[in-house]
Structure formats: structure tokens, C-alpha cells
């Protein structure tokens, strides 16, 4: 049937448009959406745990059925447009949010392409020269989704949320992006396979290397982070004792759950990124010391190279996700002024200190 | 509460359009039916003025058409987070009124129903504050440890929340087989907690920058607006009605009154939080003190106060000083009776400490007055 496809649509139509579109929808709904169903439950759980009570616990054993019902009821929901909303801007804001983030996860590895791992699969969806780049753009846009859900939404808890946001995105956006420069002077390439491809030759993960500085740009990257994905302690724009629901009191339904989708998919998004540049991403940990070569998982029966990447990602990814539940447990939220005063007086003078730093050590060293 | 009328209080480079926001009485942070009508410049706040009475209930008028007796179930619905204390204000100024002396016991017992109260009063306004800030764990944590101490009421006198659990002359009822064991259980464990939920914030550096500095109030600002209670220690005022005109059993128990002196909003979370403390160390006192006899003194079975006799008693309720003010006119009513609710008083000065402030603050400074709006609104 593909190669059907193939022949009706050519050969260059098929390989750039036709066959990415596949590989993300199938990555959508077959791996990031229920992925997201399930970090929510676990998110819930786990807060659960923390917070000397149960979590969901009603819908099917253990609750494991919740993000089923979850979804339906948000979906049989009334779907409320205000009357007095800017129609188009409010309809359009919850997609500003979610599309960006999935479309980022299709130039992330998770995996091993097929010739690192002489397997059949590539396990990422595309591989652009110009990732980083790329990643950085699109993580731009969903900031405006927030603002303008904000703002189309005509009701003052949601302006001032709105406005919280674009103050939290242009104190983030510039320690974030500085951070990412970091992995790419050590890699020397802005692929974000090249990336892992480059910790893997240099034997070593980027956060350890150029030591301390791939530390403290990996730090400044998952704070920046944090605050980009509108999480505890920077949960500001939607800071519920203060601004009701901030940017999304007016939504409901499907459209709120499209914001919810959003947030989540921004975390995952977010750590996988952070595995990826600084973390090794599909790599196994201690590659080049003899006793720790168990840690390939080549023991397991049926295991292929691809897929142990796969579990390692997995495994790394899943650890930054618990890191961001654990925040939510233990931390009260910010003043918007004072998360403004942390990034610029403090991340944005150590992202160019170290930024300095790594540029010195790789032309003088 | 003053003018609203709008006030340049700082320069700005740009033509800001003021925007009026009304805050509540639907709003997660207003502990309640509380509206504030603010008038904010951005997120700082210019002017804000409380609007209150969503909770009026007529409570003052009511008392007049019951007799004393009937009166105490009132008393529970006023604060309704510290029944217990309400409770004994009303029937401590009945019985000044009427000149009934209570029997030890029900002193003693009295003073542990109270400072169970304090502590379960404090834990709740410590889980909304926290929860206020952004900090969601303590909110469990402290409702575990309520939990508790509504249990142990519960199982005093049937009620969780309305304690009802005080009579003019006494008490209604001895303490059940064994509550004095399970309440000695709960006070040995519970300072242990208190160090957790102060693990979890009083070092917290968000925590110190979201409430240090915030909402300060002076020594001179705290005495002219009335402020009683944990805001008045907060500023470095060492006052409270329990050592300076000690009732029941607090002048036979050993305790300290813990006074911070900046005024802001740390300063009155430093208070609570030693007053919970405070309080475990006055119950487990008196659990031992606790002497055997009557919990009801000889009274006759219709009060009836003089025409013309007046009575006023206050007491330190954790909010404040809570006090009654009764009239007597020769029936078995009350023909006036006033209460001193301490949110009323707290409330007042929200408008001055919110001025200048960020939205923020608004919900912290709210959360540090401690307000209940049945007390406010009555």
C-alpha cells in the first residue's frame, strides 16, 4: 500500500511531506497521547503518595482506566465560547499551544537510526541539519497560544495570566536559548542526532563535560525549562489562588483540554530535550567501563540495540518527568516579579558567563 | 476602610490605564464570600477596598429571641473553624453576667477543648495560607493532623465542627472512657509535625521571598486599628488575653507567648506556627493537672439576668479576641448582645497592607489575616 502511495504521489512528495506525516501522526496518537494520559494518572499518583492520601482510585484497578473517563467527560462537555471573545483568536489559542510541542517531537531521537544500530528502524521521525534551530522556533509559538487565549478571552483573570506569560517568556526564552548553544559548541552540529551522535564519540554526556559548565548550562536549561512549560514554581500564568485559572478560566471542555494537553506535552518535550542534548539521550550510561557493560541490556533476550536505546530514553525521560511532579509536591510559586528578578539577574549573567566560558576552553584547550 | 478614589502613587513612563478588578466573592482566595474591589495598574495594586456581608446571617439579633441555653449553638456558627473558643466567650460572659463559678474540672476541661481548638484552627489557616502561596503538600498534611483533633472532639460531644460543647455552669457532658490517653497520644506526636510542616516551608526560600516583607504592619498601625491575637504578636506587641487576665485553668499551666517583631507576613507565620506548639504544651499540661469532681455547677434551670446587669468577656480566640458583650432586661433572653469578632477587626487593615503590593501579595497578606467570614459577617 506505501508503495502505491509512493508511486501516486512521487517520489519527493513522498519522502518530505507524505511519510513524516505518517511517522508523527502515528507517533502522536500511538506514543505521545496516550503517554500523556498516563503521565497525568501518574502525575496524580505520585502526588498522591507525597501528599499522604490515595489519588484516583475508583475507575477501573488502581484508577488505571481515570484518563479514559477524563477524556470522555471532557469530551461530552459543553463547549462555551464567551460572547463577548474574540472568536477566531479564542478558538485558535488552544492550538498555538498543543501543535508546536508535538511538532517538536518529531526532530527528537528517542532511538538509534537504523545504521547506528544496523537494525530496520530509524527511531526518530526526521533528522534536521538545523534542530536546534528549529526546536528553539517552535517552542516560541506556543507561548503565544497562552497569550492570545488570554487575551481573546476578554475576561481580566485571563489578561493579567496572559500578560504573566509573555513577562515569563521574554525573562526565559534568553537563558534558555543561550543554554542550548552550550551543547551545540561542544557537538559542533546543530542535528540533534549529531548531538547524541557527538556525546557518544566524545565518550562522555554533555553535562559532564567542559566541566562545570555543561552542569551549570544544563541547570540553567531545566530551570528555564521548567518556567517555559508553566510548571511549579513558575506556574504564574495560570496560578490558581491568585487569577482563578489565569489564561484558561474561560475554557472549557475539549478546548481546556487541549491547554492541559499542552502543558504536558511541553514537559515531555522539554525533558526529552533535555535528555537529548545534555543527558546522552538514547545512550547507555558508562559505554567504555568493562563491568558496567550489562548496562547495553544485550543480556535480554530479543533485545535489539534500537530498542535498548528506546529503554534508556525512556528511562531518562521518565526520571525528568517524575523531577517536575516532585517540584509541584514541594514548592510554593513564585511572584511574577520575582521569577523576572531570577532571570535576568542571575540565569541570563551565568548562561553568557558560561557561554564565555565553553567558547575559551574550545579555542584555547 | 476610606476613599476609593484613585491615587497617582508612582511615576510611569507610559499612559497606564487603571483597570478595576473585582476580587471575589467567588474567588479561590478569599477564604470565603469576601469581595475586594481593587483597582490595579498592571499587577500592582493602587487602592483595593473590602466589600463585605455575603455571610450575614442576623446571628446578634437572633441571640435575643433565644434564652442563654439556647444561645451556645450560635456561638459555633460565628468563627465556625473555632467553635470551641466562641463557645466559651458566650457562656463565659453568661456566666459573669450571672455570677455561676465553674467547678475545676470543667475548667480544666474547658482550656484543653480550647487549645485543641487553637491548634486545629491554626493548622487550617496554615493549609489555606500555604495553599494560597503555592504550596500544595502542607494542605494535606495539616488536614491529616485536623483530622485528628476533630475526631477527638467528635468523639467529646458528637460534633466535628459545630462543637456546641459548652454550657452556662460547664459542660454538658464528663470526657468518655479513654479520650484523655488518645488525647495525650495526639499532643505527644503532634510537635514532631509541626517540625515537618516547617521542614516544608520556614527555610523554603520561595516561601521567605513570597512572605518576608510583605504586608508589614508597625507596632503603632496594629494598636490603632484593633488588631488583635497572632497579628498583634506578629508586630512586636507581647499581649494576650490568656497571661494578662488569665481565665479557666491558663494561670495553673506553664507557657510561653511567642512575639516576633517585624510585622510582615513571615513574622506571623513564625507566631502560629510556635502557638501551635504552645498549645500541645498547655493540653498536656492540664491531661495531667486534669482534677476530679463535677463538670456542671449548681445553677438553676432558667437563667434569667437583671434588668439593666451588663457583662463583657473576651477571650484569646486563635483568631483574635473573641468577646461577648450581654445586657440582661429580667427575661431568660439576652435583651442586647454584641460580639468582638476578631477577623471584623483583622479585615480593616487588608486595604493599607495590600497598597503598593503585587496581585500576589493580595492573596498572601488575605491568608495572613487569618479571616473567617461567618466572624466578619456574623
Redesign the interface.
Known sequence: MLEALREAVGPTLFTYAVSPLFKILALIFLGVLPLIMYLVLAERKILGFMQVRLGPNRVGPWGILQPVADIAKLLVKEDVIPNKAVRWAFVLAPCLVVAPAFVILAVIPFGPSAEQSGGALDFFITDVNVGLLFVVAMATVGVYGIIIGGWASNSKFSLLGGLRSAAQMISYEIPQGFSLVIPLLMAGTMSLQGVVGAQFEQGRWFVFQFFPFGLIAFFIYFVAGVAESNRNPFDLPEAESELVAGFHTEYTGMRFALFFLGEYANMIVISALAVTLFLGGWLAPFPNVGWASFLDLQWIPFMTPGLAGLIWFSAKLFAFLFVYIWFRGTFPRYRFDQLMDLGWKWLIPLVLFTVFGVGIWKTLL | MGETGAKPGHDTLFDVEE?E?ALGPQ???THGVLRINLKID??RILDSYPIIGYLHRGTEKLFELHPFFQNVPHTDRIDYVAAATNNLAYVGAVEKLTGITVPPRASYIRTILCELQRISSHLLWLATH????????P???CF?EREQVLDLFEEYCGARLTLNCMRPGGLPFDLPVGWTDRCSAFIDKFPAKVAEYEG??TN?R??K??TVGIGVLSKEQVLQYGITGPMLRGSGVDFDLRKATPYEAYDEVDFDVPVFPNGDTYDRYLVRMEEMRQSARIVRQCLAKLPDGEVMAKRPRVLKANKGAEAYFGIEGPKGEIGFYIVGNGTPNPDRCRVRAPSFYNLQVVPELAKDH????L?AIIGTTDIVLGEVDR
Open positions: 483597570m478588578l474567588h479561590p482566595s498592571g499587577e500555604a495553599i494560597d502561596v503555592g504550596a500544595m503538600t494542605f494535606f498534611y491529616r516544608l516551608l523554603n520561595i516561601w521571598k513570597r503585587l496581585l500576589s501579595d492573596v
